[in-house]
């Protein structure tokens, strides 16, 4: 396996969206105005890394089945991921995942089962990588300790927890960690906080750095080794589905660390990225392109940071 930019580790589903005019009432049908498949899960890092220029590989286990093949096919061939470190699995079925998409948001329901292979089963030495990604939560992840003594830069998300306990010792593994990416109600959740703020600050003392996202108010992000603190508001456009939003939103400030940019510049992209996905159907595949940031950066002339940081990094 090549050195990487980066590895990512979690679940991957096949997600099919559903764009709806409203939401779904017992007893009543609902017509979807648009409908579209992706990969899901995890491949929203992967893929959103990949077109940014980044040399991505990921560690996840597939179903030996259509879905899985479907996915994988779709992950190596169209979006040039390595899968060395994925596994196709017999008689486990591959997670997929209905998202229903209205009034700017989305409901999310899985059909899936935990994998029969963790992700320390999957990377049994570290990864050569300048940075590792990875979905925390109840389950093992000794590898990112492994990872970070190997020399890469650790960054953690967390995702929604389906049983609402919100157990707090899933935090216990940001000690390997030097960027943590939650979103404002996973952060409140897990800190048993009001605000996202209090969230932030709560979770400045367990890792350097703490990126909260927040949808259509912004993120607010702190580098505890620094003090620095800064707020950047959300980029304004029409909200087609939000689905992987988050994902898209890490993958962008990924980048941007790997590019050594300052703290108020890598949020701000990531705010972009986040943004220009949200506009299309779908998690991974509405990830954007230097294709779609470029177009932003014409029709965008007045905001000169991004114009430039744009124009560097175009074409990798």
Not at 124 to 150: M, R, Y
Not at 246 to 259: C, E, H, K, N, P
Request: proline fraction near 8%.
């Amino acid at each position: 396996m090549e050195e990487l930019d980066v590895v990512v580790s979690g679940l991957v589903f096949q997600d099919l969206v559903l764009g709806l005019p409203t939401p779904p009432r017992p007893g009543t049908e609902v017509w979807a105005t648009d409908s579209h498949e992706s990969p899901g899960g995890i491949a929203n890092f992967a893929v959103a890394l990949a077109r940014l220029g980044l040399r991505t590989g990921m560690a996840a286990a597939f179903g030996a089945d259509d879905l899985g093949d479907r996915l994988w096919d779709r992950l190596t061939t169209d979006e040039g991921i390595d899968l060395t470190l994925s596994r196709k699995l017999p008689h486990w079925p591959t997670p997929l995942t209905v998202a229903l998409a209205y009034d700017n948001d989305r409901a999310l329901v899985t059909r899936g089962s935990a994998s029969p292979l963790s992700a320390d089963d999957l990377i049994t030495t570290p990864p050569k990588a300048k940075a590792v990604a990875a979905h925390i939560g109840p389950w093992p992840n000794e590898w990112l300790a492994k990872a970070k003594s190997a020399g890469s830069v650790v960054f953690a998300d967390v995702g929604w927890d389906p049983t609402e306990q919100w157990d707090p010792a899933v935090l216990d593994q940001l000690e390997y960690c030097d960027v943590f990416l939650p979103n404002a109600d996973e952060a409140m959740a897990y800190t048993r906080t009001t605000s996202p703020a209090a969230a932030l600050e709560a979770l400045a003392p367990r890792v350097p750095v703490v990126v909260v996202s927040n949808g259509a108010h912004g993120a607010e992000a702190i580098d505890g080794r620094t003090g620095e603190r800064v707020a950047v508001p959300a980029f304004s456009v029409p909200a087609a589905d939000t689905t992987g939003a988050g994902d898209v939103f890490a993958a962008g400030f990924i980048a941007a660390t790997l590019w050594d940019l300052p703290l108020a510049q890598r949020v701000r992209f990531a705010a972009l990225t986040a943004a220009l996905s949200v506009t299309k159907l779908g998690g991974a595949d509405a990830a954007p392109r230097w294709a779609d940031l470029a177009r932003w950066q014409q029709e965008h002339p007045e905001d000169q940071h991004l114009q430039a940081l744009i124009s560097a990094h175009s074409g990798r």
